[in-house]
């Protein structure tokens, strides 16, 4: 699965942003058609992003597609302009229901099948913002196999459920975990919450690194300063490598002796410790080939 540490949004309406934006190494850029442009310019927007698609160079980066909510007809309008432009996925804002995910997971397939695509190649995420979405949660996470990732919508969260943000947004922590729980359960990437002061590097630092210890595998950025702490975070450091390089040669030689559980360094390892090194490793390598 595509390594997502950093998702990058860019408004879909600004060309400049976008060539700009194609030029860093970032995991993930999403053009966006929905809260970073105005009511009266989403239909310039769609031209813009399906120009985009068709003639910008985007190197390693996934080039998805933000685009409206689908309770209105402007989602559909905007699968119907850039689908044909073949986006690498589609993110789903304001989901509500399992409804949604399903048919735009045939919707997905029908564009598959007539523009002769594999099966399953148009990636499919859906953004978590609502009380409501919550508690459809494992229904919504088990609605449609192309599913690959959650996103944590905060500021529309806490809005929702009236909560006051705060710079620690303990607030947030039963929605963010539980977000991760569901996420962990079906087999997708959970993607955190956007550092709305994108000045404070620090800040953004902070959060990441807090993202990755409740276990999301990347976060939401709004701007290019963002990419390199936030990467950075969500990728394990060479001393991390390391020890989990040196734990699974240990487990394989006690293997091999018949023995379980064993030692290193005064703590005791057993499979969940195997485990977790194995996943650490996979994330490292996923983070190399971006």
Known sequence: MQSRRAMLYVPGDDEHKIRKAAGR???SLCLDLEDGVALNRKDAAREVIRRALGEVA???????????????????????????????????????????????????????????????????IAIIESARAFLELKAICAAAPRLQALIFGAEDYAHDIGAIRTMEGQELLTARSLLVMHAAAFGLQAIDMVTVDFRDLDRVRREACAGAELGYSGKQIIHPAQVEPVQQAFTPSREEIERAQALLAAFEQHQRRGAGAFAVDGQMVDMPVIRQARNLLARAKAAVKV
């Open 58 to 124: 985007f190197g390693a980066s996934e080039r998805l597609v933000r685009i409206n909510p689908l309770h209105g007809e402007r989602g559909r309008l905007d699968l119907e302009s850039l689908l044909p432009a073949r986006p690498d996925g589609i993110v789903l804002p304001k989901v509500q229901s399992p409804d949604e995910l399903v048919w735009l997971d045939g919707r997905l397939a029908q564009a598959e099948l007539e523009e002769g695509w594999p099966a399953g190649s148009l990636a499919l």
């Open 25 to 27: 190494p970032v995991d």
